[in-house]
């Protein structure tokens, strides 16, 4: 059983680029969450999706993010115009439906912004 | 606002030996879930435990235990017959009953077991 699948693993993006984050859950989970880690930091939530649906995006930027877990193919997370602020590594999560139960981790995308 | 801290940024401990990771948290929540995640140098997120906050009894995992003070809102992490693999970033974390997957976590404490 395949874990939680993010790709790239590094990305680097010029200034005023677009970039894009995928994240293909674990078999059987249908919830989605994109976290970001600064460095020297710990992880901040950004959103969280199931299929086709935004359940809480209290974490994500107000202007150039956005997410989509699409009914078919993997979650993406979209960042537009990319500042060197952005420089992070993003976390994608799955869960099986029910409440509360423990997230699964993918590896991450370390974004560079140039 | 919840919080998380890890107040020992790093740490070190022999191999074999046992060693013990503090975090608190704040929150007006009764009823929460508490995490401790491990972050190895392939950057991927690991689960070690977790406890529920309405369980008195503390979380087990092998060599990995917690001590849970609710009253106090302390979550330490004792790993015990420490071994090189071990070594990684450790980080509290929790659910203080937002929306499922909303964990917030601590800066995180490194730790290298040495041979």
């Known amino acids: 059983n395949a874990g939680v699948m993010q790709n790239p693993r590094h990305l680097v993006r010029r200034r005023g680029q677009e970039a894009r984050l995928r994240c293909s859950p674990m078999?059987?989970?249908?919830?989605v969450y994109w976290y970001r880690q600064l460095p020297e930091e710990g992880l901040k939530f950004m959103v969280y999706l199931q299929k086709e649906n935004i359940i809480d995006e209290s974490g994500m930027p107000k202007e150039r993010f956005s997410a989509e877990f699409p009914k078919e193919g993997p979650s993406i997370l979209r960042i537009q115009q990319v500042v060197r602020g952005d420089s992070a590594a993003y976390f994608c999560?799955?869960?099986?439906?029910?409440?509360?139960?423990?997230?699964?981790f993918g590896n991450g995308t370390r974004l560079t912004v140039t | 606002a919840q919080t998380v801290t890890q107040s020992q940024p790093e740490m070190s401990v022999q191999e074999a030996e046992t060693v013990t990771l503090s975090c608190t948290y704040d929150t007006s929540e009764n009823n929460y879930y508490l995490f401790w995640y491990k972050q190895p140098p392939s950057r991927q997120m690991i689960l070690v435990i977790r406890q529920e906050a309405y369980k008195q009894q503390n979380a087990t995992e092998n060599r990995f235990s917690v001590n849970f003070q609710k009253a106090a809102k302390s979550f330490s992490l004792k790993i015990s017959d420490s071994q090189l693999g071990d070594t990684a970033m450790y980080f509290c974390a929790f659910n203080y009953g937002g929306s499922q997957g909303n964990l917030i976590f601590g800066k995180g404490t490194k730790l290298s077991v040495k041979p």
């Open positions: 078999k059987g989970h249908s919830h």
């Open positions: 999560a799955s869960s099986p439906p029910g409440d509360y139960s423990p997230l699964h």
